[in-house]
């Protein structure tokens, strides 16, 4: 097998500890290592470094070689501009060896959190083996374990024939109203999209060919002469795989994946991974908390000292501190957006 690791993403939803030169997958948010050194890790013994590539960004090549040393230089793939999930993928799967786009491609991102990391490479393992018998194409849908609205949703159609639990995907599911997830997490009909997929790497350039030619023409036409990459890639539609692709084709096939899966999002669902005091406060760094219930209180540098409050976020870097309810992590862009609006770039 080989994994394809989308590393481009900019993290806003983590400022302040997350910031252009330094995004969320290159930070190590609950454990020692970052989340993309994590993600290469779990994908052993399936994909050794030699068979990883990795989509990130010019700004971010050389960070990501940092920290993945063992791939190949030539494998951090740098985007002259982010066009989207589609196009990185595409060109991503045009940029390897002939002989490797025969073979089992896996994509997954960057910045997600697996607790059981054998439960989740089990699966995977079972996904490659139905994409080597049947070349059909396949998406790791995430058993919910909550009502949550946030996520994108996969219906569960028709059992497929290979393995007990493969099901077809009747239909993507965008983000639904809160009574809507709440009926899909009872029904127990529908997993969580986590944006994870597996094919042939062939497969998927013939599937692009036929269902965005535009994409594919020009993906070929940068394989072709890529000493123009920066020229043409910026031209490139910009879509996501599951708009472009995966929504289109009637044979995409499902396994739940049950692995302890979070795809840190926000602040509160980092909260929801670390260890909790017994008041409930998750912490990382030095931190005080007296008479506190509930609070992530992080600290970066120097310390963060917290009185009589609960459910909040409270980050503390050397040069900003963060502070909001936990239930609005999601609105932080808004902040990152305001500091871009005043020009300063000094804390983006």
């Known amino acids: 097998m080989r994994a394809l690791i989308l590393a481009g993403g900019s993290g806003t939803r983590f400022w302040p500890l997350s910031r252009r030169a330094r995004p969320k997958q290159l930070l190590a948010l609950d454990g020692e290592r970052s989340l993309l050194q994590e993600t290469a890790a779990r994908l052993a013994p399936l994909a050794a470094p030699a068979d990883l590539w990795v ?12 920290q993945l040393p063992e791939v190949p230089s030539a494998q951090v793939l740098e985007e002259p501009v982010g066009r989207n999930t589609a196009p990185a993928i595409a060109w991503s799967v045009a940029s390897m060896p002939a002989a490797a786009r025969q073979g089992v491609v896996a994509v997954f991102p960057s910045d997600h959190r697996v607790a059981d990391p054998a439960a989740f490479r089990d699966v995977l393992a079972r996904a490659v083996a139905v994409v080597e018998r049947d070349d059909r194409v396949m998406t790791l849908g995430v058993k919910p374990y909550r009502v949550e609205p946030g996520f994108g949703h996969l219906e569960l159609g028709e059992p497929l024939p290979g393995d ?3 099901r077809r995907v009747a239909r993507f599911v965008e983000k639904p109203p809160p009574e809507t997830a709440e009926r899909f997490f009872h029904a127990g009909n529908h997993l969580w999209n986590a944006g994870m997929f597996v094919f042939r790497g062939a497969t998927l350039l013939e599937l692009l060919a036929r269902h965005q030619p535009e994409l594919a023409a020009g993906v070929a036409e940068i394989a072709a002469a890529p000493g123009r990459a920066g020229e043409l890639y910026p031209r490139l539609p910009a879509i996501s795989i599951d708009y472009a692709l995966m929504e289109k084709l009637d044979g ?13 999002g ?8 670390l260890p909790p005091d ?3 406060n998750a912490a990382r760094g030095d931190v005080v908390a007296l008479d506190a219930e509930g609070n992530l209180l992080l600290a970066d540098a120097g310390t963060v000292a917290v009185l009589g409050v609960r459910d909040l976020v409270v980050v503390r ?9 936990k239930e609005r992590s999601q609105e932080v862009r808004r902040i990152v957006a305001e500091l871009a609006a005043r020009g300063r770039d000094d804390l983006l």
């Open 266 to 273: 926000s602040w509160e669902a980092l909260a929801e991974g």
């Open 164 to 166: 007990p639990e493969l």
């Open 252 to 264: 995409l096939g499902t396994l739940p994946l049950d692995c302890g899966w979070n795809d840190l």
């Open 317 to 325: 870097t050397a040069d900003a501190v963060l502070v909001l309810p």
């Open 278 to 280: 017994a008041a409930g």
């Open 55 to 66: 989509c990130t960004t010019r700004e971010l090549g050389d960070a990501v070689r940092r």
